[in-house]
């Protein structure tokens, strides 16, 4: 896999709560890359909260110090890049992004719901009808998300482990060896 995949980067895009940390974490050991979160990035770099930069700062300065961080991570190869949730949103990100192999990961928002219940740390869902908010945004990002290279539904059942072994035997189908 290391020599198919030539150093190139991998970003996990998807909803918030879909498991692009976890995953990304078991991918990165798998094929001995480095692991970055890009929310764990800005929180340390701000030294706040995403719930703070959020009620403080406003989500457009949120979305700025990520498209910021996402450039001066795709600087850098041989890594497992977890992005916010929103990330994709951003037309320049999607220059970032295309420097490596974009993975969606793709979970039903009913899933979500129960793995985010108690939560709190979401400042998208902080509201009365966190459903509908999940809705909206997977309308507002789906076609964006679409246009990644590798699409991978998840299903309730499957594990962390599972999900990054099925990604790691579907990228030599969209890799070509030189």
């Not at 793995?115 to 908010?133: C, F, I, V, W, Y």
């Amino acid at each position: 896999m290391i020599d198919l995949l030539k150093g190139v980067n991998l970003y996990l895009i998807g909803m918030m709560g879909v498991g692009k940390t976890t995953v990304g974490k078991l991918l990165a050991q798998e094929v001995g890359y480095r692991f970055v979160d890009t929310d764990e990035i800005i929180v340390k770099a701000v030294g706040k909260s995403i719930n703070e930069i959020f009620t403080e700062n406003g989500e457009t300065d949120f979305r700025q110090l990520e498209s910021d961080v996402l450039g001066q991570v795709c600087a850098y190869t041989k890594l497992i890049v977890a992005t916010g949730g929103g990330i994709v949103m951003q037309q320049q990100n999607w220059g970032y992004l295309r420097h490596g192999l974009i993975v969606w990961l793709d979970v039903p928002i009913q899933i979500i719901l129960e793995r985010l219940a108690e939560d709190h740390t979401r400042p998208l869902l902080q509201n009365s009808d966190p459903q509908g908010k999940l809705s909206s945004l997977l309308e507002q990002r789906q076609h964006k998300y679409s246009q990644a290279d590798l699409h991978i539904t998840i299903t309730a059942t499957e594990t962390p482990e599972e999900i990054a072994t099925r990604i790691l035997t579907t990228i030599p189908s969209i890799l070509k060896k030189s």
